[in-house]
């Protein structure tokens, strides 16, 4: 189904959840430039807040978030982010519209259920919205029934499940131990929560799986009538990522291993009934992300793709990345200095990247191939990725006619390695990113 060609997955990408990367965020974006954007915010807006915490660390996990363990913590860090709401809405103009909120981490269940319910009367107040689609992140080991009633009482209708893998002994080696039992509670308690839009993140590349394991968790998730299911090839990075040292890297399957799972799984979902979304998302036909995608409205933001329409994303809590069309923002990552700013009233930008309009040019032309597979491309633009995009285009993985650029319809595999050919900052970095594939 895929044309296998090795020589051009050898290069890692980024997965270009925003143009430019993190990866070429640097120090000389502050609190200033975030306060800037955000007064010249109008229109539809999301909003994204980061809970750090976790009940368990699962040892592949690249996310910032540390074990809920301490209620000292946990407490500071909620007074801090109730501050961060407050400053933010303080400054933001009354012609922008809080129409999505996305709650993620970590795990935002990590939090007492009545907290949760407190975070989100604290953003409706202060930010004055009606009705916004509300989705959240959940980890299945620590959901339990009374987090039922907590979802219908916020108005949630979208949930993501970290499943990763439905293989006892996979999740082991992976450090996130959940029974089917589990997950089929977790589901439960979400259907009857009101939720209408169910995802599954599910991974294939792990430390001893097979073709067979990774078809096992497709065909529970398919069986649990998951809305959408993320599949993602697990990207082993233990030099940026020290917990996954405990990942037995000589049991993880190589690269062509990692492509047949990628291509088998398209094949078995496709043949389940779900829509393709992009590189690696599916999604049932009457799912709004496949209505986006279908429509050619398909967005793609650090929740990855998405049928968000808003150009304005504010990030709230540490290590939350705000986007807006003139520039990119991280929170400090620290918590401890995310907490000490805010107590004296400070927002805590402390990375980030002032887009040019070059980089919204090439950035829109990166988010087009991702999210549709083509993209206008103007001349000179064309020229100088001529010489990267060539090799691709000799093996008929994308072709350039009337001024647009198409990935083939069996090119999946490559959509980012096609898109890195118009990001320049590739040339430089010398940042490692995760497998092509």
Not at 209 to 220: I, Y
Not at 399 to 415: D, R
Request: hydrophobic share 40%; with cysteine; charged share 20%.
């Amino acid at each position: 189904m895929w044309p296998y060609h090795p020589e051009l997955l050898a290069t890692p990408v980024p997965r270009y959840t925003s143009f430019p990367t993190a990866a070429e965020f640097a120090d000389d974006v502050g609190e200033a430039d975030l306060l800037k954007a955000i007064e010249t915010a109008t229109g539809e807006v999301s909003l994204y807040v980061h809970i750090p915490f976790c009940e368990k660390i699962c040892w592949y996990c690249g996310c910032n978030t540390a074990a809920a363990n301490r209620a000292s913590r946990l407490t500071s860090y909620m007074d801090a982010l109730y501050r961060e709401i407050e400053l933010v809405a303080a400054r933001m103009p009354q012609t922008a519209r809080v129409r999505r909120i996305a709650y993620g981490g970590g795990s935002p269940n990590a939090l007492a259920p009545e907290e949760f319910v407190r975070l989100h009367a604290h953003l409706s107040k202060q930010f004055g919205f009606t009705n916004p689609l509300v989705s959240v992140e959940l980890d299945p080991r620590s959901l339990t029934r009374e987090w039922e009633h907590v979802l219908r009482e916020v108005g949630a209708s979208h949930a993501s499940m970290g499943v990763q893998t439905f293989t006892p002994r996979l999740q082991v080696a992976i450090g996130r131990v959940q029974p089917l039992d589990m997950i089929t509670k977790g589901v439960e308690i979400l259907r009857k929560a009101g939720i209408t839009s169910l995802n599954f993140d599910l991974m294939y590349g792990l430390p001893g799986q097979t073709m067979d394991d990774v078809s096992h968790s497709l065909a529970h998730a398919a069986e649990f009538n998951a809305d959408r299911i993320a599949l993602f090839g697990y990207a082993h990075v233990p030099h940026m990522i020290p917990r996954q040292r405990r990942i037995d890297a000589s049991a993880l399957p190589d690269v062509e291993q990692r492509f047949h799972m990628a291509e088998d799984g398209y094949r078995q979902l496709v043949n389940e009934g779900y829509s393709p979304v992009g590189f690696d998302h599916f999604a049932l036909p009457g799912d709004p992300l496949a209505q986006a995608a279908n429509s050619g409205h398909l967005r793609r933001n650090f929740q990855g793709f998405t049928e968000d329409q808003a150009p304005v994303l504010i990030g709230l809590g540490a290590s939350a990345i705000s986007s807006f069309p003139t520039l990119l923002a991280q929170n400090d990552k620290n918590t401890g200095r995310y907490r000490m700013l805010l107590s004296q009233d400070q927002l805590s930008a402390a990375l980030g990247k002032r887009r040019s309009p070059d980089d919204q040019r090439r950035g829109a032309v990166i988010e087009a191939l991702l999210c549709r597979g083509r993209a206008r491309i103007d001349a000179n633009l064309m020229l100088e990725a001529q010489l990267r995009l060539s090799p691709y285009i000799e093996a008929g993985l994308c072709g350039f006619a009337n001024g647009e650029l198409t990935i083939s319809s069996n090119a999946l595999p490559y959509a980012r390695s096609i898109a890195a050919a118009f990001d320049p900052y590739r040339q430089h970095s010398p940042r490692r990113f995760s497998s092509a594939v």
